[in-house]
């Protein structure tokens, strides 16, 4: 590159980093009056609360002031938005060090959470992995938080990782996959499936979750003898181990189980690393019976985990009965004696 032109990209260099920090520090500013005006609010509606329909008319004469002198950045929806902030977070300006890296965007939606813990969790998620307000408003409605099979609370997370990991916070049931685009009916090959997955490889990555990079489909281990072939594999850096997945249309079989036992354990044999941890296989089935489950080496296995997957965001009623669903297999394997 000419001298001139590497000039002229070194200063728009300092001025698009320039104008980010700005916009950053503009944000983190806001994000604590907004938090400020929703106290304030607060305060003094407990100071007329025994006047019928103060708080309404306080915030309504209060946007109606604010909008002719601020512009439209006031509107009654936005400082009640404001109110909601304070009285989700009331200890949030003791944290603000650590919270103000997330825009107002993602308060706005992450105040709405009713469950303290899951609301933490996106918070904490959202701020160490840089969620868009696209991606933080396609996980909460998802229910990305309820459908992790452990919920680690990040609060009590060290700032470094801990030699092992519990691996359930890094698998799902179900997995939602409405990006695909796929027929609600399933009547469809496990190659158009997976066809689907390879062209929308990125949201797919999102969806398994943090840590995951892609390998190969349809990954070939040879012995001397056979040949056979993996629908997906992955390597998640954080885990420090192998994933593979098996495709399924149909609902969840005994022989399926079988198959992925034996692709876990030729795996660990023939690829896994001198560094690595074992391998984990998760089938990703449109079904499955917890019979099955329960009665099969998935039960006690530290490995295999069957999950199901959706081609359609869940409704609160869909996803609530799939994790009642889980809910009774764990206490029915824990009363037999068996980890599920």
């Not at 916009?23 to 009056?33: E, F, K, R």
């Not at 305060?43 to 439209?72: C, M, P, S, T, V």
């Not at 009640?80 to 949030?92: G, Y």
Request: glycine letters at 6%; a negative charge.
């Amino acid at each position: 590159m000419p001298a001139t032109e590497r000039f002229f990209a070194d200063i728009r260099g300092i001025l698009a980093d320039a104008r980010k920090q700005a916009y950053a520090s503009v944000n983190t500013v806001m994000v604590l009056a907004y938090w400020k005006i929703g106290q304030r609010i607060v305060e003094e509606e407990l100071a007329g609360k025994g006047r019928a329909d103060y708080g309404h008319y306080l915030i309504r004469n209060l946007a109606k002031q604010l909008g002719d002198e601020f512009g439209k950045g006031f509107s009654l929806a936005n400082l009640k938005n404001c109110r909601q902030f304070f009285l989700t977070f009331p200890e949030f300006e003791k944290g603000y060090a650590v919270r103000s890296q997330l825009p107002w965007t993602h308060y706005r939606l992450i105040m709405r959470v009713e469950n303290p813990q899951a609301r933490d969790y996106y918070l904490h998620e959202a701020a160490t992995h840089q969620w868009s307000s696209r991606q933080l408003e396609r996980n909460l409605a998802s229910h990305y938080y309820e459908r992790l099979l452990v919920v680690p609370n990040p609060t009590d997370q060290p700032e470094s990782l801990p030699d092992k990991l519990p691996t359930g916070e890094f698998i799902k049931d179900p997995y939602v996959l409405e990006f695909l685009d796929l027929p609600e009916t399933g009547l469809y090959r496990e190659s158009t499936l997976e066809a689907a997955i390879i062209t929308k490889l990125q949201p797919f990555l999102l969806e398994l979750g943090k840590g995951f990079s892609f390998v190969g489909r349809q990954f070939r281990i040879s012995t001397e003898t056979s040949h056979f072939y993996i629908d997906l594999v992955f390597y998640n850096y954080l885990l420090k181990c192998f994933v593979l997945i098996d495709l399924k249309t149909t609902k969840l079989k005994h022989q399926d189980i079988g198959q992925m036992d034996m692709y876990v354990r030729m795996f660990d044999d023939l690829k896994r690393g001198a560094d690595d941890n074992p391998t984990l296989g998760i089938i990703l089935c449109a079904d499955k019976d917890d019979t099955v489950v329960r009665y099969s080496v998935l039960n006690d296995s530290q490995q295999l985990f069957a999950s199901k997957y959706l081609n359609i965001l869940p409704s609160e009623d869909e996803l609530r009965r799939a994790l009642e669903a889980r809910h009774v297999l764990q206490i029915t394997s824990n009363e037999t004696g068996d980890m599920p």
